[in-house]
């Protein structure tokens, strides 16, 4: 190299030195002013600038991102509405799947038995929305309320599409079910915060504050202290150890440690203070306990052993264990604290009361759904009502559509077609869960089989104990859309296989003949 070219190279560098100070300190300095002096427009541009900042490992990681964030609770707190991080994600994905789709670089995987259900769901759910009263958002400006229950209807269906958008590679499939699942488990950090008082109030900007059992009980001389976020938090902590070690290998008695994580998933449950917490982490234990084949096996009479020998010190000591608990425990025939078990079935005869007042009106939206728009004023003018004592307690909830029935909340927003749509996408749903399970690739069964049995007892529990459309449409299409990338596709029965079990069935009766 010559003088010449080493000066030039020499000169080179320092323009392009200074060219990024003359970027960097600008925009530090913006950034600096902005956080000192917070506001949401502050926030919104700082979000804006740091986005511009990793967008490069977002394009890279985008996939991954989306798995990672799916069943967490953190939100995009520099965007109005506290839109959750996945929606980010599920967007970013799906704009980059299309680009990819376009280019000839990548095409969606296959699953047609699912598609069909979930394009005509989407198509009642427009179709409904524009005739009762639009898709607007309040955040957004519009005029009405119920916006955002359409926009996380189709922000799912497109989440969907965004995790089917490639596959998984085998070797880093197990890390990927790992942290599906473990990152349900930050449903319980917004209660962890508020224990920890005012110094982590900040990270708030990131994590719903739903932690209203906690304030109530230390404003109040209410004895119930619920944690709510540890009920889902426990529910997705026993989807990881079964997933990982299955019923036979958490009972391992050489590894007493997973049967302790087992126990530390229940008590989370019960620390909620939601009795549907806990049946629905013992309905997954059930459905993977029969899956598994586990009633089979010497194991059953010492689970059912163990379970007596749990439930025995609950029937004698129930009213001295902390009042979340007592709640969780109040459908059982056992002594708890009489207010705690007045205010359980209070909740009950509130949700009876309100499908009893809401089942003459179904028949007025079985062909066209109510939708989810609201009047504001309707609204207001209902709130105040009920806090008066001139409306039923319920009345709220009900002009809302926040029905605590999965059925209902499907039916009555959408109608048979939209009840139909969903049935028909829950229905292929278990067929292709199984069909993966049953035939997909053996180092994956024990994920497949705990996916199969996570989106049954979601079925289950949302049909006979509580759902809500609105919301937990991500959780459905969630579980299928990571099954299928997981697996590269919708696994089916193999050809030969087939043709072996046709040319048997049909020679049998010719031999008997």
């Not at 490992?57 to 707190?77: C, E, M, R």
């Not at 209410?222 to 976020?229: C, E, F, K, W």
């Not at 039916?411 to 993966?436: D, Q, S």
Request: proline fraction near 5%.
């Amino acid at each position: 190299m010559t003088f010449r070219q080493a000066k030039a190279d020499e000169m080179f560098r320092i323009h392009r030195l200074l060219l990024v100070y003359a970027v960097a300190i600008p925009l530090a300095l913006v950034l600096g002013y902005m956080v000192a002096t917070p506001d949401v427009a502050a926030v919104g541009m700082v979000g804006m600038i740091l986005l511009v900042l990793v967008l490069p490992l977002l394009i890279q990681w985008h996939h991954w991102l989306l798995i990672l964030s799916w069943n967490s609770v953190f939100v995009a707190g520099f965007l109005p509405g506290q839109v959750q991080l996945w929606v980010l994600f599920a967007g970013l994905t799906f704009c980059m799947a299309v680009v990819h789709r376009f280019m000839g670089h990548r095409d969606f995987l296959r699953a047609p038995e699912l598609t069909k259900p979930i394009l005509f769901l989407a198509l009642v759910v427009i179709l409904t929305g524009k005739i009762r009263g639009g898709l607007g958002m309040r955040v957004l400006g519009s005029g009405s309320f119920g916006g955002k229950n359409y926009f996380y209807v189709l922000i799912a269906i497109m989440g969907y599409f965004a995790l089917i958008s490639q596959p998984i590679p085998l070797l880093k499939a197990a890390r990927a079910a790992k942290w599906f699942f473990l990152a349900g488990t930050t449903n319980a950090v917004a209660n962890v915060l508020y224990a920890m008082g005012p110094v982590t109030y900040f990270l708030f900007w990131f994590i719903p504050a739903n932690v209203g059992g906690q304030v109530v009980s230390d404003w109040s001389d209410n004895l119930l202290q619920r944690l709510g976020g540890f009920g889902p938090a426990g529910s997705f902590l026993l989807c990881f150890l079964l997933a990982r070690w299955g019923i036979r290998g958490l009972f391992e008695w050489d590894k007493p440690w997973r049967f302790l994580l087992v126990m530390l998933a229940l008590a989370g449950s019960m620390l909620s203070g939601f009795r549907s917490n806990l049946l629905f982490i013992l309905l997954l234990f059930a459905v993977q306990f029969v899956v598994e084949g586990t009633w089979k096996t010497p194991l059953l009479p010492a689970l059912v052993l163990l379970g007596i020998l749990c439930l025995v010190p609950a029937l004698f000591f129930a009213n001295r264990l902390p009042g979340a608990v007592q709640r969780s425990l109040a459908f059982l025939p056992v002594d708890i604290n009489p207010d705690i078990r007045a205010d359980a079935e209070a909740s009950t005869d509130w949700r009876l009361g309100m499908w009893r007042e809401i089942w003459p009106e179904i028949p007025k939206y079985l062909f066209i759904g109510k939708g989810y728009a609201l009047d504001p004023e309707e609204l207001y003018l209902t709130v105040m009502g009920a806090q008066m004592g001139i409306l039923s307690a319920f009345e709220s909830s009900k002009l809302s559509g926040d029905y605590h029935n999965g059925p209902l909340s499907i039916l009555i927003p959408f109608g048979l077609f939209g009840t139909a749509a969903f049935v028909w996408l829950l229905v292929a749903g278990i067929k292709v869960m199984y069909g993966n399970y049953r035939y997909g690739d053996a180092r994956l069964r024990r994920v497949n089989m705990t996916l199969f049995c996570y989106f049954v007892t979601e079925c289950l529990f949302f049909i006979f104990v509580f759902g809500a459309f609105n919301s937990q449409l991500s959780v459905f299409l969630g579980i299928l859309g990571f099954s299928i990338s997981l697996n590269g596709g919708v696994c089916r029965r193999p050809v030969m296989a087939r043709k072996t079990f046709l040319s048997t069935s049909l020679a049998a009766p010719l031999a008997t003949a």
